[in-house]
């Protein structure tokens, strides 16, 4: 398995359009980390959440510089009079910005008032985390789970391998759920051949198998033929990395 340290969105495949980042260990890293790649090749780039996310950090909120606390950008009114920024003017090449609504007491933003599938008429790359995990490494789906905006182009499964070779109740959101699809208990380890089951379980019922899987965290690996063996149990290409 390659590793890979630089140009992600061709290792991953991302066209333009929605990409949705599923799964868990790392998506809000590699949300910003294919941002800033994209827009530095000159595309202009909207980072947004389908449930909740954390501002990202040193990247404008709606186009503009304006604090994060201030009220949230209402679709097609500007900011201030005479307001220029990408959002209110056309957009430049090669821009970064991120939408949505702010809830001042959790400090997180929620999905944009206005539809995905209408902003991505405006910018090139509509990058959406569209998952949640409680900052586990791997994770199962619920069945409301993951929420995958209508018209997304690409989607990027997430997994990270710092979880691997840990027990299950330890390393997994959602364990019992990991468990049944596995037919294993919560004190058991979470192989590289379990969790590659429980994906491939996944990706069957949700109709994701064109979906790219990114394996991230292999640099907390102790035992490196972890990453080779997870590769081999998915029996599909796995593009690794160690985000930072």
């Not at 941002?35 to 040193?58: F, I, K, S």
């Not at 404008?60 to 009114?77: C, Q, Y």
């Not at 985390?129 to 690409?154: Q, Y």
Request: aromatic fraction near 4%.
């Amino acid at each position: 398995m390659e590793t890979v340290s630089g140009n992600l969105a061709s290792a991953l495949r991302i066209e333009p359009g929605i990409t949705a980042i599923i799964g868990s260990g790392g998506k809000s890293t590699l949300l910003k980390t294919l941002g800033l790649e994209l827009m530095r090749a000159g595309g202009r780039v909207l980072l947004c959440t389908t449930t909740r996310m954390l501002p990202v950090a040193g990247v404008p909120w709606d186009g503009s510089s304006r604090r994060l606390d201030a009220a949230p950008w209402k679709p097609g009114a500007p900011h201030a009079p005479g307001c220029t920024c990408e959002a209110c003017a056309g957009l430049v090449r090669g821009s970064i910005c991120q939408a949505g609504v702010l809830d001042p007491q959790t400090g997180k933003l929620s999905s944009p008032a206005e539809p995905l599938d209408q902003l991505a008429q405006r910018f090139d790359y509509v990058l959406a985390e569209a998952d949640g995990s409680k900052r586990l490494p791997l994770k199962a789906h619920a069945a409301w789970e993951p929420v995958i905006p209508p018209g997304t182009a690409n989607i990027v499964w997430i997994v990270g391998a710092s979880g691997l070779g840990k027990p299950i109740h330890e390393a997994v959101h959602r364990p019992e759920l990991f468990c049944e699809r596995c037919g294993c208990e919560l004190t058991d380890i979470a192989t590289p051949e379990r969790v590659a089951q429980v994906l491939n379980a996944e990706m069957r019922v949700m109709e994701l198998s064109t979906a790219r899987v990114m394996l991230n965290q292999v640099d907390t690996l102790s035992d490196p033929t972890m990453a080779d063996r997870f590769e081999a149990a998915l029996d599909r290409p796995v593009v690794a990395s160690s985000l930072k």
